[in-house]
């Protein structure tokens, strides 16, 4: 299994902090018992700043394609409007 990251970043001490200041709503799962478990499966990554940086750059570069992709999504198709644009009922026409 990979490292748990949070916004991109290997879920460290430091990020648990973060979330559970940034998510008090969700701070009763964000208890000691699960950050033991995902501390303990991030021990490479926070032992190494050298694979943890590697991991944090290319979960960004995939981070950033996603977002792009998504972004752009329907307008690669602009030659087939019909797959976006809804009818005169609303209902998107398109291949079944």
Not at 1 to 24: D, F, K, L, S
Not at 66 to 88: E, I, M, N
Not at 90 to 95: K, L, M, S
């Amino acid at each position: 299994m990979g490292p748990m990251t949070y916004q991109g970043r290997v879920i460290a001490p430091e990020v648990i902090e973060q979330m559970r200041a940034e998510q008090p709503e969700r701070a009763h799962r964000l208890d000691d018992a699960w950050a033991r478990m995902v501390l303990e499966n991030n021990r490479p990554w926070t032992e190494d700043a050298e694979l943890r940086v590697g991991t944090e750059v290319v979960r960004a570069g995939i981070r950033q394609a996603a977002q792009a992709a998504f972004a752009s999504c329907g307008t690669g198709c602009d030659d087939q409007p019909h797959l976006h644009a809804p009818d005169a009922s609303g209902v998107r026409q398109g291949p079944a």
